[in-house]
T-cell receptor, first 112, second 115 residues
Framework: GDSVTQMEGPVTLSEEAFLTINCTYT??????LFWYVQYPGEGLQLLLK?????DKGSNKGFEATYRKETTSFHLEKGSVQVSDSAVYFC???????????FGKGTMLLVSP | EPEVTQTPSHQVTQMGQEVILRCVPI?????FYWYRQILGQKVEFLVS????????KSEIFDDQFSVERPDGSNFTLKIRSTKLEDSAMYFC?????????????FGPGTRLTVT
């Protein structure tokens, strides 16, 4: 079945450091790929998405590119802020809007 | 901005008891979902619901679970006889149209602790 693998956390960075959170997936066909973020005490929020190969999703300075050849969707940000501290979930769904398959989540801690 | 709400935020119950987790999806949304996350593990799909019936369910969603949309606004998850392994964070989500929309809107979750 479909699966998503994320790097283990927590990832601890200083403010303004470069962030990469790795995500790889296994799926049949051409899934849509997502990054969700969960701030403390809140629900899951969609951060960005990509629906086909080579698409780049971006939002709030975060980017991820749908790489079909490496089945990856790594999350990057050039300069993190303390306010980016949260848990980040990589996810996929076969057709858009159908059930989501999540990774385990990666906690990001950014210190001033 | 409209949001999905869930109550209670934390529920503690004894093994064998019934619990009902409540969700109010965004008002014009048509598809509803329950997911759960056992501590330290991945978020797992439980069930999806459309047009007053279950459209898809996972292996986790066995006979002890049921869902209902009793009054056109609430969407509930009932666990009939809770087990220790049901302890988890339960998330409700909704989407306006699964064909055209990509984003599932999630609630803040209910933490269920079974003792």
């Amino acid at each position: 079945g479909d699966s998503v693998t994320q790097m283990e956390g927590p990832v601890t960075l200083s403010e303004e450091a470069f962030l990469t959170i790795n995500c790889t997936y296994t799926a049949t066909g051409y899934p849509s790929l997502f990054w969700y973020v969960q701030y403390p005490g809140e629900g899951l929020q969609l951060l960005l998405k990509a629906t086909k190969a080579d698409d780049k999703g971006s939002n709030k300075g975060f980017e991820a590119t749908y790489r079909k050849e490496t089945t990856s969707f790594h999350l990057e940000k050039g300069s993190v802020q303390v306010s980016d501290s949260a848990v980040y979930f990589c996810a996929l769904s076969p057709p858009p809007g159908s059930t989501l398959t999540f990774g385990k989540g990666t906690m990001l801690l950014v210190s001033p | 901005e409209p949001e999905v709400t869930q109550t209670p935020s934390h529920q503690v119950t004894q093994m064998g008891q019934e619990v009902i987790l409540r969700c109010v999806p965004i008002s014009n949304h048509l598809y509803f979902y329950w997911y759960r996350q056992i501590l330290g593990q991945k978020v797992e799909f439980l069930v999806s619901f459309y047009n007053n019936e279950i459209s898809e369910k996972s292996e986790i969603f066995d006979d002890q679970f049921s869902v209902e949309r009793p009054d056109g606004s609430n969407f509930t998850l009932k666990i009939r006889s809770t087990k220790l392994e049901d302890s988890a964070m339960y998330f409700c989500a909704s989407i306006s149209d699964s064909i055209l929309s990509y984003e599932q809107y999630f609630g803040p979750g209910t933490r269920l602790t079974v003792t």
